[in-house]
């Protein structure tokens, strides 16, 4: 990362948030206004390399438009010192992946309020007509309050028209493994159900503290995908509601049609259904464990 005080554009990078394979995000200030923000950055090497670079600036060009309380703000897309840089609104709160480590009864109080602004957010994400192809627990940014921010726009697309979708042929698989629709591991067109099962695969781990499926390598994780039946979230988490725990399960269905249609219909179940069959304030911490 560029060193403590070190200055891109108006921004003086104060600390490391957190850093991922091809960039580091860091916190920074706007001297001149006092601002603080969050900047991913790419530098060295990975600020020559135009895939990267490519991604940088698609993110930049989906999330500018977006404003949204549960999806983060993009501010500005810059370059200094041979560093690429996206400024963003600051949120320095872990993501839902490293929350899920201290188990499902440490996070029940907050689960039910973290899936519904995820759901929220997506949602809206969604309503601007992009798919985000890449929707797991480590794109999800929650804090105690129970606020939610959706990050991470680089993989987003829009859906294709028939025609498209007919010389395109199979597209290029991307995504995270663990998360992946059976439509998207072979390569098919997606619509926004596609976002809905990875939501899913999200909301199982979240609830039982494990995704729904697992394999000791590649080829047996998505085979389990595309052909597995659904894991019941109850499982490992009996205090599940009947109700909550058949809406995972239609959100997991292996084929798009027999998922909710739409986000907003996620969205819609999840205000009406209980997530829980007692709700954490009254019951004992190890109660409902399998």
């Known amino acids: 990362m560029p060193a403590r ?17 091809t960039c580091v995000v860091c916190d920074a200030i706007n001297d001149s206004t006092g601002e603080r923000s969050a900047l991913k950055i790419l530098e060295g090497e990975l600020a020559k390399n135009s895939v990267e670079l490519g991604y940088l600036k698609h993110e930049y060009e989906v999330g500018k438009p977006l404003d949204h309380p549960h999806v983060i703000h993009i501010f500005t897309l810059g370059r200094d010192k041979g560093a690429h840089y996206l400024a963003m609104e600051l949120f320095a709160s872990p993501n839902l992946k490293q929350r899920i480590v201290q188990g499902v009864e440490a996070l029940a109080p907050l689960a039910p309020t973290w899936i519904r602004g995820a759901a929220e957010g997506l949602a809206y994400f969604h309503s601007h007509g992009w798919i985000h192809r890449d929707i797991k627990p480590d794109n999800f940014l929650v804090n105690d309050q129970g606020d939610v921010k959706l990050i991470d726009f680089a993989l ?12 395109s042929g199979r597209g290029k698989i991307q995504g995270t493994r663990s998360y992946m629709s059976p439509e998207q591991i072979r390569g098919q067109s997606l619509d926004q159900r596609a976002d809905i099962y990875s939501f899913g695969c999200m909301v199982h781990e979240l609830l ?5 499926y697992t394999g000791t390598s590649t080829q047996e994780l998505l085979t389990k995908h595309l ?23 239609a959100m997991l269905a292996k084929n798009p049609v027999d998922r909710p249609p739409s986000m907003d219909d996620v969205l819609g179940e999840i205000r009406t259904r209980a997530v829980y069959k007692v709700p954490p304030a009254a019951r004992k911490p190890a109660a409902g464990q399998g």
Request: aromatic share 6%; glycine share 8%; net charge positive.
């Open 156 to 167: 987003a697309t829009k859906p294709k028209g028939m025609l498209a979708r007919l010389l």
């Open 227 to 249: 052909r597995s039946p659904i894991p019941p979230v109850q499982a490992n988490n009996r205090n599940v509601s009947d109700d909550f725990a058949a809406l995972v399960k």
């Open 5 to 21: 005080g070190t200055y891109l554009g108006p921004y003086r990078i104060l600390s490391e948030i957190r850093s991922g394979n």
């Open 208 to 212: 039982s503290g494990k995704p729904p």
